[in-house]
């Protein structure tokens, strides 16, 4: 059985975001993100391997497709 193809983010599309979020110092907005995301630089992978990637950062990744929630989502982990 072959491996679903899936994005792999080289750095992790939460560390780039995370990142600017920093740099700026204020929220950023669902078009910041998004075009944080237009320029990752991502290759397509089988699972398994960004299953291996995902343990040794210790983390699982932003969804492409959700990233903007995603990120709102940690930035409230981040206030608790």
Same mark, same amino acid.
């Given at each position: 059985?072959? $491996?679903?193809?899936? !994005?792999?983010?080289?750095?992790?599309?939460?560390?780039?975001?995370?990142?600017?979020?920093?740099?700026?110092?204020?929220?950023?907005?669902?078009?910041?993100?998004?075009?944080?995301? $237009?320029?990752?630089?991502?290759?397509?992978? !089988?699972?398994?391997?960004?299953?291996?990637?995902?343990? *040794? *950062?210790?983390?699982? $990744?932003?969804? !492409? $497709?959700?990233?903007?929630?995603?990120?709102l989502a940690y930035m409230n982990e981040q206030?608790?």
């Amino acid at each position: 059985m072959s $491996d679903k193809l899936v !994005p792999l983010f080289m750095p992790s599309l939460a560390a780039l975001i995370v990142r600017v979020h920093k740099e700026v110092g204020r929220p950023l907005s669902r078009g910041e993100v998004y075009r944080i995301l $237009d320029k990752a630089a991502a290759m397509m992978a !089988p699972w398994s391997t960004v299953d291996s990637v995902v343990k *040794r *950062r210790g983390y699982e $990744d932003f969804n !492409p $497709d959700t990233c903007y929630e995603d990120y709102l989502a940690y930035m409230n982990e981040q206030k608790a």
